[in-house]
């Protein structure tokens, strides 16, 4: 309702609000035609515009930024001040043009309000005239005044031709933004792949997440029931299931990306040693940089290469240059990236190929060595050469870090995978239906909708 207000009054002509001007500023709060009373009036006709346009420019900010700071333990204020504002700023420059273009040309609803003065005004409660008035005025009834009409009118001219540009070149750039990367992929390196009989065990089954009679609703719709799982240290676990199941849900829960929801409630309770991720006291800070998470689509921040690592570590305390360089260089290395980008580290990091971006995302992640790292379908929206690359890094993770992936792709969970949970929706809500080991779900399922899944009968 009230967004369709303010659209209702940015089109509004400016006649009327000449009228409510000189009704409720002239005469009911007693300003008299005044500089005031036009100011004023200008600034309730352009008010609505700025409204929407703002709004309008953080909207087109990819949401994606949002979660990845708070996945990443990044306050609010630091968000918003250091990453959406930037991002938002060629939709705020649009609405500011329109405003501005509007207001400055405004000649009917100063004629009710700012009168009409052939002198110079000496306070805001003097008359005052509007800008195309005061042209005419000296091109008509001014002595050599055309020159000065002239001028006038060629610099308002100009003024109103930037103003078009600049809206031009902020809606270009908040475009271009969206899709201005290097499409080239990288060759990956190809690992072993191990059947899975001849897999090596990953680790002594140590628990360290532990998930008891997990739920989740979205207002009053259930996204998934009564969860109980055990989480190995160390150890790749892949999530199954078609889509609709819970999965992403069931993640975001670890870290508590919920709570940015609006009327979402879990219940349960999920361990991770001895802290209870769900109790109010759980700084959520603390725990999103212990528990990383990457996303589906890559989104690494609007900004250079070397700054996408650095600004989570200097929100997070870092100070010492030589360390952070050296952590920089750490993590770029571990998702084997270092040597394609250690030249162009300032270069945007917008311009790096899709595979590229996902690596960074990931080396972002690990900058702030979390215990856990959260993958949402990493490779569905890359081609195969990234997805391998991807993969093999996923797999060199494995023993340094806890890692659990929601894919769809069985195949990718086959080869990766040391242990496989499978979610199924049943009554409309998403269920756990059976977790093992990745040999034992894939060769042995004990639960006949596992093996019809597995088995492509299903799904």
């Not at 500023?25 to 515009?49: D, E, H, R």
């Not at 979610?423 to 894939?442: P, S």
Request: with cysteine; hydrophobic share 45%.
């Amino acid at each position: 309702m009230t967004r369709r207000s303010l659209d209702v009054l940015a089109g509004v002509p400016s006649i009327v609000f000449g009228l409510f001007g000189n009704a409720f500023f002239c005469k009911t709060l007693g300003l008299g035609f005044s500089i005031l009373s036009g100011g004023l009036t200008l600034a309730c006709m352009v008010l609505p515009i700025l409204i929407r346009s703002t709004e309008e420019g953080f909207r087109a900010v990819p949401p994606n930024y949002r979660l990845s700071a708070a996945s990443l333990g990044l306050s609010r204020t630091t968000t918003l001040v250091h990453l959406l504002l930037p991002a938002a700023v060629p939709g705020l420059l649009v609405g500011l043009v329109l405003g501005v273009g509007r207001a400055i040309a405004e000649t009917a609803a100063l004629i009710f309000t700012s009168g009409y003065v052939d002198r110079m005004p000496e306070s805001l409660l003097d008359s005052g005239r509007a800008l195309s008035i005061h042209i005419f005025d000296l091109s008509m009834n001014v002595s050599g005044g055309d020159a000065h009409a002239y001028a006038s009118g060629t610099g308002l001219g100009r003024l109103a031709a930037g103003n078009q540009w600049n809206g031009f070149v902020a809606g270009w750039t908040l475009a271009a933004s969206e899709d201005c990367h290097d499409m080239r992929p990288s060759v990956p390196h190809i690992h072993p792949w191990f059947p899975l009989e001849e897999r090596p065990a990953c680790c002594v089954p140590k628990p360290l997440i532990d998930i008891e009679h997990l739920s989740l609703h979205y207002h009053q719709t259930p996204a998934f029931q009564d969860v109980t799982l055990s989480i190995n240290q160390g150890c790749i676990t892949a999530l199954v299931g078609p889509s609709g199941c819970g999965k992403t849900s069931f993640l975001s829960c670890l870290n508590r990306l919920t709570d940015l929801i609006a009327d979402c409630h879990v219940s349960g309770r999920i361990m991770i040693e001895n802290l209870d991720v769900l109790a109010p006291s759980t700084d959520v800070i603390q725990l999103r940089r212990r528990i990383g998470m990457i996303f589906q689509k890559p989104n690494p921040f609007p900004m250079s290469i070397r700054k996408n690592l650095e600004f989570p570590l200097r929100e997070h305390g870092a100070r010492d240059r030589a360390q952070i360089a050296r952590t920089i260089e750490t993590s770029l290395r571990d998702v084997g990236l270092w040597d394609e980008v250690k030249d162009r580290l300032d270069s945007p990091a917008l311009a790096l190929s899709g595979g590229q971006q996902q690596r960074l995302c990931i080396a972002r992640s690990l900058a702030l060595a979390p215990d856990v790292l959260l993958m949402d379908e990493p490779c569905s929206a890359l081609d195969p050469l990234s997805s391998g690359v991807v993969e093999d890094l996923i797999v060199d993770l494995r023993g340094r870090y806890t890692v659990l992936i929601v894919t769809h792709n069985l195949a990718q969970a086959r080869r990766i995978a040391d242990y496989t949970a499978f979610f199924w929706v049943h009554h409309g809500t998403g269920r756990l239906i059976e977790a093992g080991t990745a040999k034992q779900i894939f060769e042995a399922p004990c639960d006949p909708l596992t093996a019809a899944y597995i088995s492509g009968i299903r799904g």
